[in-house]
Protein backbone atom coordinates (compact mmCIF):
# COMPACT_ATOMS: atom_id res chain seq x y z
CA UNK A 1 0.00 0.00 0.00
CA UNK A 2 1.32 3.32 -1.07
CA UNK A 3 1.83 5.98 1.36
CA UNK A 4 2.46 9.97 1.48
CA UNK A 5 4.19 11.40 4.51
CA UNK A 6 4.12 15.05 4.98
CA UNK A 7 6.49 17.05 7.04
CA UNK A 8 7.75 20.53 8.18
CA UNK A 9 4.36 22.18 9.58
CA UNK A 10 4.91 24.84 11.99
CA UNK A 11 4.17 27.65 13.36
CA UNK A 12 5.11 30.62 12.64
CA UNK A 13 4.63 34.60 12.26
CA UNK A 14 2.86 36.66 9.71
CA UNK A 15 5.09 37.04 6.21
CA UNK A 16 7.49 33.94 7.58
CA UNK A 17 8.10 30.99 5.10
CA UNK A 18 7.96 27.09 5.44
CA UNK A 19 8.83 24.40 3.26
CA UNK A 20 6.39 21.52 3.48
CA UNK A 21 7.40 17.52 2.27
CA UNK A 22 5.52 14.93 0.79
CA UNK A 23 7.73 11.99 0.54
CA UNK A 24 5.61 8.58 -1.29
CA UNK A 25 6.89 5.06 -0.65
CA UNK A 26 6.29 4.30 -4.37
CA UNK A 27 8.08 6.02 -7.14
CA UNK A 28 7.08 9.49 -8.20
CA UNK A 29 9.20 8.73 -11.92
CA UNK A 30 5.78 8.38 -13.58
CA UNK A 31 3.43 9.57 -11.59
CA UNK A 32 -0.04 11.17 -13.31
CA UNK A 33 0.00 13.74 -10.55
CA UNK A 34 0.60 15.32 -7.54
CA UNK A 35 -0.23 18.25 -4.92
CA UNK A 36 -1.30 19.94 -2.13
CA UNK A 37 -4.47 21.01 -0.41
CA UNK A 38 -5.33 22.31 2.88
CA UNK A 39 -8.14 22.34 5.07
CA UNK A 40 -8.97 25.14 7.79
CA UNK A 41 -11.56 24.26 10.38
CA UNK A 42 -14.97 24.60 9.59
CA UNK A 43 -13.84 25.07 6.12
CA UNK A 44 -13.60 22.09 3.37
CA UNK A 45 -10.80 20.97 1.79
CA UNK A 46 -9.60 22.83 -1.59
CA UNK A 47 -6.67 22.45 -3.85
CA UNK A 48 -3.74 24.45 -2.85
CA UNK A 49 -0.95 23.49 -5.75
CA UNK A 50 -1.16 20.79 -8.32
CA UNK A 51 1.78 19.32 -10.72
CA UNK A 52 -0.13 17.23 -13.63
CA UNK A 53 2.32 16.27 -16.38
CA UNK A 54 4.42 19.47 -16.82
CA UNK A 55 1.82 21.62 -15.68
CA UNK A 56 1.43 23.41 -12.26
CA UNK A 57 -1.72 25.66 -11.09
CA UNK A 58 -2.16 27.51 -7.90
CA UNK A 59 -4.98 28.93 -5.73
CA UNK A 60 -5.31 32.13 -6.46
CA UNK A 61 -5.03 33.14 -2.95
CA UNK A 62 -1.46 31.40 -2.95
CA UNK A 63 -0.17 32.82 -6.46
CA UNK A 64 2.94 34.56 -6.03
CA UNK A 65 3.47 33.04 -2.70
CA UNK A 66 3.87 29.25 -2.94
CA UNK A 67 5.96 27.09 -4.89
CA UNK A 68 5.34 23.45 -5.99
CA UNK A 69 8.11 21.05 -6.95
CA UNK A 70 9.40 17.54 -7.01
CA UNK A 71 12.81 15.44 -6.36
CA UNK A 72 11.69 12.32 -8.51
CA UNK A 73 15.12 10.86 -6.86
CA UNK A 74 13.72 11.33 -3.44
CA UNK A 75 10.37 10.86 -4.48
CA UNK A 76 9.44 13.85 -2.96
CA UNK A 77 7.27 16.59 -3.70
CA UNK A 78 7.53 19.95 -1.67
CA UNK A 79 5.46 23.35 -1.09
CA UNK A 80 7.47 25.89 -0.22
CA UNK A 81 5.34 29.29 0.73
CA UNK A 82 6.69 33.00 1.33
CA UNK A 83 5.16 35.99 2.78
CA UNK A 84 2.44 33.83 5.01
CA UNK A 85 -0.46 34.89 6.30
CA UNK A 86 -2.54 34.04 8.84
CA UNK A 87 -5.24 32.63 6.47
CA UNK A 88 -2.81 29.90 5.29
CA UNK A 89 -3.38 28.53 8.83
CA UNK A 90 -5.05 25.02 8.06
CA UNK A 91 -4.11 21.19 8.01
CA UNK A 92 -1.92 20.70 4.56
CA UNK A 93 -2.23 17.32 2.67
CA UNK A 94 -0.37 15.68 -0.21
CA UNK A 95 -2.15 14.25 -2.79
CA UNK A 96 -1.20 11.50 -5.37
CA UNK A 97 -2.18 9.52 -8.54
CA UNK A 98 -0.65 7.20 -10.59
CA UNK A 99 -2.88 7.48 -13.62
CA UNK A 100 -5.81 9.36 -14.79
CA UNK A 101 -8.28 6.92 -13.50
CA UNK A 102 -6.56 5.50 -10.26
CA UNK A 103 -7.01 5.82 -6.84
CA UNK A 104 -5.70 8.47 -5.25
CA UNK A 105 -3.26 8.51 -2.09
CA UNK A 106 -3.51 11.03 0.82
CA UNK A 107 -1.21 11.67 3.16
CA UNK A 108 -2.02 12.55 6.98
CA UNK A 109 -1.72 16.08 7.25
CA UNK A 110 0.28 18.83 8.60
CA UNK A 111 -0.85 21.34 10.94
CA UNK A 112 0.14 25.06 9.65
CA UNK A 113 0.19 28.04 11.83
CA UNK A 114 0.28 31.58 11.17
CA UNK A 115 0.05 33.59 13.67
CA UNK A 116 1.93 36.38 16.05
Known amino acids: QVQLVESGGALVQPGGSLRLSCVSSRSISVIYGMGWYRQAPGKQREAVATLTGGSTNYADSVKGRFTISRDKAKNTVYLQMNSLKPEDTAVYYC???????????WGQGTQVTVSS
Open 95 to 105: NARWSPFGVAV
